[in-house]
């Protein structure tokens, strides 16, 4: 098992440049999330994702779109790239069980910089 | 939506003293209670968690503790080591919204 992976570790983009980072779990996860991790800060919440096919905006969604497509997978688009986006990102995955949510795993992160 | 909240952000103790941290939230359907615990530069990571119908829960020298009428929970660390300074979170539900994050220093 393999986890929850990302997908690059590191990039760096230009102001306007576009981008989509991917994260993908083998665990069967219903649940997937993306978060932005400043420094010294906590992790808000971008985007996230009950099942496939379906997504639902978190506390910083401006700026960033995502699609589902298949149930191991959850991608994260930047339009157009701002320095104010400059962070860490993380995805994680998570599955329900008789109307519990449970233990989040997460991705190593990726860390973006736009300049 | 969910509001979060996490004191201290901060925390100092000497290498076998104890620490806690306390995580308020607001949403009374919370039902699942987690911490994770994230080493500077890697990812967070679970370290416990309780569901609603527990009050306490203990794994070896760190327990959680649960107070859902007044929407708080707690980490409780003995015996705390230099290995378990890290940023500690909190996420009532799980689901959406973090706490802070606590900055848990150890000194030998």
């Known amino acids: 098992n393999a986890g929850v992976t990302q997908t690059p570790k590191f990039r760096v983009l230009k102001t306007g440049q576009s981008m989509t980072l991917l994260c993908a779990q083998d665990?069967?996860?219903?649940?997937m999330y993306w978060y932005r991790q400043d420094p010294g800060m906590g992790l808000r919440l971008i985007h996230y994702?009950?099942?496939?096919?379906?997504?639902a905006k978190g506390e910083v969604p401006d700026g960033y779109n995502v699609s589902r497509l298949k149930k191991q997978n959850f991608l994260l688009g930047l339009e157009s790239a701002a320095p104010s986006q400059t962070s860490v990102y993380f995805c994680?995955?998570?599955?329900?069980?008789?109307?519990?949510?449970?233990?989040?795993?997460f991705g190593p992160g990726t860390r973006l910089t736009v300049l | 939506g969910e509001n979060v909240e996490q004191h201290p952000s901060t925390l100092s103790v000497q290498e076998g003293d104890s620490a806690v941290i306390k995580c308020t939230y607001s949403?009374?359907?919370?039902?699942?209670f987690p911490w994770y615990k994230q080493e500077l530069g890697k990812r967070p990571q679970l370290i416990i968690d309780?569901?609603?119908?527990?009050g306490e829960k203990k794994d070896q020298r760190i327990a959680v503790t649960l107070n859902k009428t007044a929407k708080h929970f707690s980490l409780h660390i003995t015996e705390t080591q230099p290995e378990d300074s890290a940023v500690y979170f909190c996420?009532?539900?799980?689901?959406?919204?973090f706490g802070a994050g606590t900055r848990l220093t150890v000194k030998p």
């Open positions: 994680a995955s998570s599955y329900v069980l008789a109307g519990f949510n449970n233990e989040q795993f």
């Open positions: 996420a009532p539900r799980n689901d959406m919204r």
């Open positions: 665990m069967n996860h219903e649940y």
């Open positions: 949403d009374s359907a919370s039902n699942y």
């Open positions: 309780i569901r609603s119908n527990v």
């Open positions: 994702s009950v099942g496939e096919g379906t997504t």
